[in-house]
């Protein structure tokens, strides 16, 4: 009986699409929508993977045979329970070998319309790395610039909400960029999960209108902005955004939960400072505080620290740079009228965002 293979990744509502492989394989990263059904758990996997390493493929594929019809027999039992002869189904495992063949034969000899991805994850990695470079080499990006507190990415938002191309990449990282930005319920994806969020939103963009992006460094947190797409980053016109030092200092206080920062971030960030600016007095901070002078902490931060790693920064753009835009208002406050400057400046250059 033989088994259909698909090349694609665009799958409709109506197909279910099922990861085979462990569950620690699946957390690293898997197709969008997909459901893990694993056919052997991450105990398993390992204990077949050193029977075909330490005695034969045949002893591996032996013991695993057994582990996985067991496994199948339970997701039938499961997941399988309710499901009608009308479900679609599209397996892939590491590869589109074993796990995701064995899984499709059952399947199909029952009745459903079973398929196998060819390649697997694998090819799947491959189409996401793929889609990522051809997209460097044509996109046309609109850098945001601006030191910490200017309110960057309540500005791409609004962009967004506008229709145009936005990359929200410290979204897709889960990270606000600097210490100060983390956010309470921050756990970082993986590498590849992150690559995979980049690449669904470039999948979304249409057309040759420019993207907006706001300028980062070539890691957000410990995740790394890939090559391609950092290096276009690099090279992309600029648009820098200024505020007051007060206005961005009262942002932060209105934005970020100070006990947080206290618990979570501030002793990471002391440890970069110590690393990086021995200059900085920390005893100074660790009495603001103990004092809770959140206003007098964050404006040391930024004055003493996040604004000279800024002017360093920057200086690698200077070249990029198409444009400032200065605002008095509070940060809040000023989203709106800058988004419409952008706008307007956009249009200045043309709309294809192009140097």
């Given at each position: 009986?033989e088994i259909?293979?698909?090349?694609?990744f665009?799958?409709?509502?109506?197909?279910i699409?099922?990861?085979?492989?462990?569950?620690?394989?699946?957390?690293?990263?898997?197709?969008?929508g997909?459901?893990?059904l694993?056919?052997?758990?991450?105990?398993?996997?390992?204990?077949v993977g050193?029977?075909?390493?330490?005695?034969?493929?045949?002893?591996?594929?032996?013991?695993?045979?057994?582990?996985v019809?067991k496994?199948?027999?339970?997701?039938?039992?499961?997941?399988?329970?309710?499901?009608t002869s009308?479900?679609e189904?599209?397996f892939?495992?590491?590869r589109?070998?074993?796990?995701?063949?064995?899984f499709?034969?059952v399947?199909k000899?029952?009745?459903?319309?079973?398929?196998?991805?060819?390649?697997g994850?694998k090819?799947?990695?491959?189409?996401?790395l793929t889609t990522i470079?051809?997209f460097?080499?044509?996109?046309?990006l609109?850098?945001?610039?601006g030191k910490t507190?200017?309110?960057?990415t309540?500005?791409?938002?609004?962009?967004a909400?506008?229709?145009?191309?936005?990359i929200?990449?410290?979204?897709?990282?889960?990270?606000r960029?600097?210490?100060l930005?983390s956010s309470?319920?921050?756990?970082q994806?993986?590498?590849?999960?992150f690559e995979?969020?980049l690449?669904?939103?470039?999948?979304k963009?249409t057309?040759s209108?420019?993207?907006?992006?706001?300028?980062?460094?070539s890691?957000?947190?410990?995740?790394?902005i890939?090559?391609?797409f950092?290096?276009?980053m690099?090279k992309?016109?600029?648009i820098?955004?200024?505020?007051?030092l007060a206005?961005?200092?009262k942002?932060?206080?209105d934005?970020?939960d100070?006990?947080?920062?206290?618990?979570?971030?501030?002793?990471?960030?002391?440890?970069r400072i110590k690393?990086?600016?021995?200059?900085i007095?920390?005893?100074?901070?660790?009495?603001?505080?103990q004092?809770?002078?959140?206003d007098r902490?964050?404006?040391?931060?930024?004055?003493?620290y996040?604004?000279p790693l800024?002017?360093h920064?920057?200086k690698?753009?200077?070249n990029?740079?198409i444009?400032?835009?200065d605002?008095?208002?509070?940060?809040?406050?000023s989203?709106?009228?800058?988004?419409?400057?952008?706008?307007?400046?956009l249009?200045?250059?043309g709309?294809?965002?192009?140097t």
């Open positions: 009986m259909e293979y698909v090349s694609c665009d799958f409709t509502e109506d197909q699409v099922i990861d085979v492989r462990s569950p620690a394989e699946f957390s690293e990263d898997h197709i969008p997909a459901i893990n694993p056919v052997l758990d991450n105990t398993e996997f390992s204990q050193t029977l075909y390493k330490e005695k034969s493929p045949f002893e591996a594929s032996k013991v695993g045979s057994s582990m019809a496994n199948i027999s339970s997701h039938l039992n499961g997941f399988f329970f309710d499901k009308s479900s189904l599209v892939y495992c590491a589109g070998g074993k796990r995701s063949q064995s499709a034969h399947c000899m029952i009745g459903w319309r079973s398929r196998v991805i060819q390649g994850y090819a799947y990695r491959r189409h996401v470079r051809q460097c080499q044509n996109a046309k609109v850098i945001l610039g507190g200017i309110g960057k309540d500005i791409l938002k609004l962009l909400s506008k229709g145009h191309n936005v929200d990449l410290e979204g897709l990282a889960n990270h960029g600097s210490i930005g309470q319920n921050r756990t994806p993986k590498q590849k999960q995979s969020a690449y669904r939103e470039i999948s963009i057309g209108l420019a993207v907006f992006v706001e300028s980062e460094s890691k957000i947190g410990n995740l790394i890939p090559t391609d950092w290096r276009l690099k992309s016109p600029t820098i955004i200024n505020n007051t206005n961005r200092v942002y932060i206080i934005t970020y100070p006990n947080f920062l206290i618990q979570k971030e501030i002793p990471s960030l002391f440890v690393r990086n600016s021995p200059g007095d920390l005893h100074s901070l660790e009495e603001d505080i004092n809770k002078a959140w902490l964050v404006l040391k931060l930024l004055n003493d996040y604004d800024y002017s920064s920057i690698r753009r200077e990029n740079v444009a400032e835009i605002s008095l208002s509070p940060v809040a406050s989203v709106s009228e800058v988004s419409k400057k952008i706008e307007s400046i249009a200045q250059i709309s294809g965002g192009g």
